[in-house]
């Protein structure tokens, strides 16, 4: 053991003990650096000895080594200065959320995967009942796509929970019946729906990866099984609502475009259906009101009876331009007009009874028979 160890061992074994002197040990050519690397080692104890009881240092050339040593038998410590606290607090930073994915979006994503894609013009009486998005018809690679953009996801949510599995629209009991001019596979993500009629294809496939699985899986999955051009025409034909039995009703009553339809409702719930020709549920002013709410075209039956028991039929619909049609039977009512009717407002009105919700309805007309 050389002469420095036996000093730090000796230390160590007897804490209490004053420090011994230090001895510095130079050699060759570092003798003339001798009385300055002194004096460094001297500073060294001054200080190592204002740091108080138990404190000593080595010195070795120009390094200067510092232990603490603490009043207890059975340990020697290092201290090791705890860091300053900081003197400004940390904000969180919010997390940039990603916007909802819209139509134009799709199509870089369709682009991006080396697909080429064209815009359809649409003549001006294209837009559909059929979804009250705003719709742009694709020529993606060859296959026809017609896509349905939203203000908001909850608006297109609110929308394509009326698909079905087997590709038509329904909610509850109540549907509108659709003749598709080739096998419907829809499908959804953020503010946009999307549609292809060509069954199983590549285009398919990739909207499928896009936009997750199709929201009609039941609808024929055989390739090829209705192959369609790229042209400006609808991609179906809308038949009549398949709830309502509307006899002898107007040609205006009759021949009204078809929308989705929320069913008929009984607006006194406790009396008997009069018109057991329409079957009624629980609901429908939800469903309506609910759409309307999203600015999307829907169409409800309203029943009621007249005092002296004489039923009274509205039909209310909320038209794709965003105005409120309602149709009124009163031919029943042995003391009312006998005649139906048709209301149109500039927007959409509570769908009740009461004159004063429709008093501001600029367009009122009684229909022939």
Not at 55 to 73: D, H, I, K
């Amino acid at each position: 053991m050389n002469e420095l160890d036996k000093l730090g061992a000796d230390a160590l074994a007897d804490p209490i003990r004053s420090p011994p002197p230090v001895r510095t040990v130079v050699a060759g050519a570092q003798r003339r650096h001798r009385r300055r690397r002194g004096a460094i080692a001297g500073l060294a104890l001054v200080a190592a000895g204002a740091s108080g009881y138990g404190a000593w240092a080595v010195a070795s050339g120009t390094e200067v080594t510092r232990v603490e040593t603490t009043s207890s038998l059975d340990s020697v410590a290092t201290t090791t200065p705890e860091p300053a606290p900081s003197s400004t607090e940390e904000v969180p930073v919010a997390t940039p959320q990603a916007e909802p994915l819209d139509t134009d979006g799709l199509i870089i994503k369709l682009e991006d995967a080396g697909i080429d894609v064209d815009e359809i013009a649409q003549p001006a009486a294209a837009a559909s009942p059929l979804f009250a998005g705003t719709v742009r018809n694709l020529c993606v690679g060859s296959e026809p796509v017609w896509l349905y953009e939203y203000p908001s996801t909850e608006a297109r949510e609110t929308e394509s929970d009326w698909i079905t599995p087997d590709g038509q629209l329904r909610r509850s009991e109540s549907a509108v019946s659709v003749s598709w001019i080739g096998p419907p596979r829809f499908y959804a993500a953020g503010r946009i729906i999307a549609l292809t009629l060509s069954g199983d294809s590549p285009v398919a496939d990739l909207l499928s990866a896009l936009l997750g699985p199709t929201l009609s899986p039941e609808v024929s999955r055989a390739r090829g099984s209705g192959d369609q051009p790229c042209s400006p025409t609808a991609p179906a034909k809308l038949l009549a609502p398949s709830g309502p039995s509307l006899a002898g009703a107007p040609d205006e009553v009759g021949g009204r475009v078809p929308l989705p339809y929320c069913g008929a409702e009984l607006l006194t719930p406790t009396m008997s259906n009069p018109l057991p020709n329409i079957e009624v549920s629980e609901g429908p002013s939800a469903c309506y009101e609910q759409r309307a709410a999203a600015g999307l075209p829907t169409e409800m039956i309203e029943i009621r009876t007249t005092i002296e028991g004489g039923p009274i039929l509205r039909i209310v619909r909320l038209l794709p331009d965003s105005r409120e049609e309602i149709f009124t039977d009163t031919t029943r009512d042995a003391f009312g007009g006998q005649a139906w009717s048709r209301l149109t407002c500039a927007s959409h009105r509570p769908t009740r009874f009461t004159n004063d919700n429709f008093s501001d309805c600029g367009s009122f007309e009684i229909l022939d028979p």
